[in-house]
């Protein structure tokens, strides 16, 4: 099996109630900013993203929020289903470096 | 279209043999780079190209080199493979540095 994340912290959620997966970034000169998701075994995939010049993001099912004040992001998943159960990571770009900084992840575990 | 692909899947190296993993996307991204991750620990750049003949370091570049000669390709070029180089590597692509980055399935190396 997969041996990456082997102590990241841990959100465990009941089926159908929401999520939410914090992520601290360390760069206030940051613009960019983009939640993975990468299920055991596999390349991250891509879920949403945002840029400085927003506070708040919706896809489907899911909300970036940005607070550029405390250097905070975070990703809530409504409705959490079994197939959200994976290792999330946040990503940070500073405009002009070409440089990702990711964060170490959080495993969300949904609970039948 | 195939997305991003890596080859190989698995590789076990002997401390100093050389050897090179393969990245080639098929979607004319000009944005492509490497990523080695570890257990605990969120994906670290090593390499990055913003096009064709235009490379750079990330955050971990030593013991690695890499060239992009076409669009399409950017292998990932290990010089004396090292123990601390056991790890699981990604290569990812995208439209350009600030856009979403689809990922490769990954190259598991193990240096014994």
């Known amino acids: 099996g997969e041996s990456v994340g082997l102590h990241l912290p841990t959100l465990s959620v009941q089926e159908g109630d929401n999520s939410i997966i914090n992520c601290a970034y360390s760069?206030?000169?940051?613009?960019?900013f983009i939640w993975y998701k990468q299920e055991s075994g596999k390349g991250p995939q891509f879920i949403i993203d945002?840029?400085?010049?927003?506070d708040k993001r919706q896809g489907q099912r899911v909300t970036v929020l940005l607070n550029k004040t405390v250097k905070h992001l975070s990703l809530q998943i409504a409705a959490t289903q079994p197939g959200d159960s994976a290792v999330y990571f946040c990503?940070?770009?500073?405009?002009?470096?070409?440089?990702?900084?990711f964060g170490t992840g959080t495993r969300l575990k949904v609970l039948a | 279209n195939a997305g991003v692909t890596q080859t190989p899947k698995f590789q076990v190296l002997k401390t100093g043999q050389s050897m090179t993993l393969q990245c080639a996307q098929d979607?004319?991204?000009?944005?492509m780079s490497w990523y080695r991750q570890d257990p605990g620990m969120g994906l670290r750049l090593i390499h990055y190209?913003?096009?064709?003949?235009?490379?750079d370091q990330g955050e971990v570049p030593n013991g690695y080199n890499v060239s992009r000669s076409t669009t399409e390709d950017f292998p990932l070029r290990l010089l004396s493979a090292a123990p601390s180089q056991t790890s699981v590597y990604f290569c990812?692509?995208?439209?350009?540095?600030?856009?979403?980055?689809?990922f490769g399935p990954g190259t598991r190396l193990t240096v014994t």
């Open positions: 990812a692509s995208s439209s350009g540095h600030l856009y979403e980055q689809y």
């Open positions: 760069n206030s000169a940051s613009d960019y």
């Open positions: 945002i840029r400085s010049n927003m």
């Open positions: 990503a940070e770009m500073t405009s002009g470096t070409y440089k990702y900084i």
């Open positions: 979607m004319n991204h000009e944005y």
């Open positions: 190209s913003v096009g064709a003949g235009i490379t």
